[in-house]
């Protein structure tokens, strides 16, 4: 097989991998994204992997390795990001995927980006702000206020 062929195909078992992730099914994503790069190793693809085995195999080091590598490469390619996000929120970092996200959206407009953002939602001020948010006052006032419609 010639390497066009080759990169096609490649092309092609990395878009099925895509489809299986947004699908939610990260085990098949893996699969396909790992048949894909032994076919043609394309860095770009390095963040979706890094994803895939943090969040089926554990391995959250290696995955935040190989998106931040490819932001080093990238900086201004959005879905790097996305990625590094994905991964921190396996590694139960959310503020820092939140600030990985919102570095995303700094380079452009990217629907994952956007959808993701709205599902982790951004937290509302403190009610009382001279105290820390965790406080039980701004807690407690905060889940009232919003059953009540105050908030």
């Not at 092609?12 to 299986?20: I, N, T």
């Not at 600030?99 to 009610?127: C, F, M, N, Y």
Request: aromatic fraction near 6%; include cysteine; proline fraction near 5%.
């Amino acid at each position: 097989m010639d390497h066009h062929a080759e990169s096609l195909k490649a092309q092609q078992e990395y878009q099925r991998g895509l489809q299986e992730l947004e699908a939610g099914n990260v085990l098949a994503a893996l699969a396909r994204v790992e048949a894909a790069l032994k076919l043609w190793d394309n860095p770009d693809w390095h963040p979706c992997l890094g994803y895939c085995i943090a969040k089926e195999r554990g391995h959250v080091t290696r995955g935040l390795e190989l998106c931040q590598a490819a932001i080093g490469r990238q900086p201004e390619q959005p879905e790097h990001y996305y990625y590094l996000a994905r991964v921190l929120l396996v590694a139960k970092r959310k503020p820092e995927a939140i600030q990985a996200l919102r570095q995303g959206v700094s380079h452009g407009e990217h629907r994952l980006i956007k959808q993701l953002l709205d599902e982790l939602g951004s937290r509302k001020t403190p009610l009382l702000p001279w105290l820390h948010r965790d406080n039980p006052c701004n807690k407690y006032l905060g889940i009232l206020f919003s059953r009540i419609g105050l908030r």
